[in-house]
């Protein structure tokens, strides 16, 4: 069983539209992060919360506690925000945990 | 400017040989990790560091080793004895453990 769940695994989407996408998790948390992978394997951190809602431009990040589940939103969505997105949360123990990423796709 | 650079970003090797993979960093960082990330998977922790001079085991440390003698400098060395060497590795740092962390490019090693 894996701590860090995503879904969907794969989305395709049209330029313009509004993306969702989902991380749940077994853990308790220390904190939860968002991290973005492109193409070519680097790797940005989107966010970092702990609780309530972030937003960063057109990407929001909000995370539940108590039903321990998080969701990235992408308003406007543009193809250069095709890449693989990843959930990653750092339990209370100092242990690290990773979903194995959302391939997100955005065509012209 | 301030980041985190790993080299080369692409590395070969014959299978039986010890590589070690750079990984420096100038953002006054403390924490410091390497990760392992293989098609269609997650990314896997090796080892970890909090600060200079220690570190810590991840969930897949056997077969590599690691350093931390200067708070900028983090290398991994694969081991002959890691039988599934051929991946893509990851570093990482943070200005504490498990805080937001900033990713290097990565490389890339291929033994055969």
């Known amino acids: 069983k894996n701590e860090v769940e995503q879904s969907p695994q794969n989305l395709t989407a049209q330029e313009g539209e509004f993306i969702t996408i989902n991380c749940s998790y077994s853990?308790?948390?220390?904190?939860l992060h968002w991290l973005q992978q492109h193409p070519g394997g680097g790797i940005v951190s989107l966010f970092m919360l702990s609780s309530g809602k972030k937003k960063h431009g057109r990407l929001i990040a909000t995370i539940n506690i108590q039903e321990k589940h998080s969701s990235l939103h992408i308003t406007a969505s543009h193809p250069r925000d095709s890449a693989v997105y990843i959930c990653?949360?750092?339990?209370?123990?100092?242990?690290?945990?990773f979903g194995t990423g959302t391939s997100l796709t955005v065509i012209p | 400017d301030g980041g985190i650079t790993q080299s080369p970003k692409y590395l070969f090797r014959k299978e039986g040989q010890n590589v070690t993979l750079s990984c420096e960093q100038n953002?006054?960082?403390?924490?410091m990790y390497w990760y392992r990330q293989d098609p269609g998977q997650g990314l896997r922790l090796i080892y970890y560091s909090q600060i200079v001079n220690d570190f810590q085991k991840g969930d897949i440390a056997e077969g590599y080793s690691v350093s931390r003698e200067k708070k900028e400098s983090f290398p991994l060395t694969v081991t002959s004895a890691q039988k599934n060497p051929t991946a893509f590795y990851l570093c990482a740092s943070s200005i504490a453990l498990y805080y937001e962390q900033y990713f290097g490019p990565g490389t890339r090693l291929t033994v055969t």
């Open positions: 953002l006054n960082h403390d924490a």
């Open positions: 853990v308790g948390i220390s904190a």
């Open positions: 990653a949360v750092a339990n209370t123990g100092n242990q690290f945990y």
